[in-house]
């Protein structure tokens, strides 16, 4: 039996989404509601304190390698949670198919939540750009496998005219050279193999010594307890994302100051 390859999954189903949001509002219409909405919350700066380890929260109900996480999923909840846990910033998964998300979660998220949003989703297309910041997001997840150079840099240019921050995240040096030929602040690493799902922190290790000082470097993927995020501290990450650990554990403000060392 061959292996299942659930970044094809996932790309194949997100496809139909798109296409699906495209006949209901269109790339023009969705433009033009874009004049007058609230400026957009920096991310960057959130996530890039000297001398300190910031934390990228996220919000999800369900994984493709774990199934259901949290069972007792409430938004509400969570995003509190997270705020009096003193969280830099968020992460909302949208995607629907693999990870119970929903575009809506943004917005819901942002009326607790007082920090800038990163809307984590499969982005394929220049309208999901667009649509990010219709939805209320400060950031985007750019996948450095799923795009191209020019697709990266269409989309860039477009975060960057509509204020929307962006993290690109690579799992290999392929990808890590790919991104460092453009001018993107804030660099992903991702532990995770999206198309195994399997996780390996030697992945961080390998990559983080090639990223140029100047970067803003997030650690992603696997990251259990306080012990892995000292060593990525003292490794000069700027900010780890974390979900699983978080999602798992009943008394989430908790569970952030334990693995945190707050």
Known sequence: MAKTDTLKEIVAKKKERIALAMQQLGLE????????LPATRPFKEAISKPRQIS??????QASP?????RQDFNLADIARAYQEAG????????EEDFFNGSPAY????KTIFNGPVLRKD???ENYQVYESRYLGADAILLIADLLTKDKLVEFMRIADELGLDYLVEVHDEKELKKVLNLKVPIIGINNRNLHTLEVDFKTTEKLFTLVPKDKIVVVESGIKNYQD????KILGASAVLIGTAFMESADIKSKVDEVMGW
């Open 29 to 36: 219409d969705l433009k033009a509601k874009l004049s007058g």
């Open 55 to 60: 934390l990228i929260a996220e919000i999800k």
């Open 65 to 69: 390698s774990k199934g259901v996480i």
């Open 87 to 94: 969280a830099q910033a968020l992460s909302v998964l949208t």
């Open 106 to 109: 943004i917005n819901e998220v």
């Open 122 to 124: 499969f982005i394929l």
């Open 229 to 232: 995020v000292l060593f990525l």
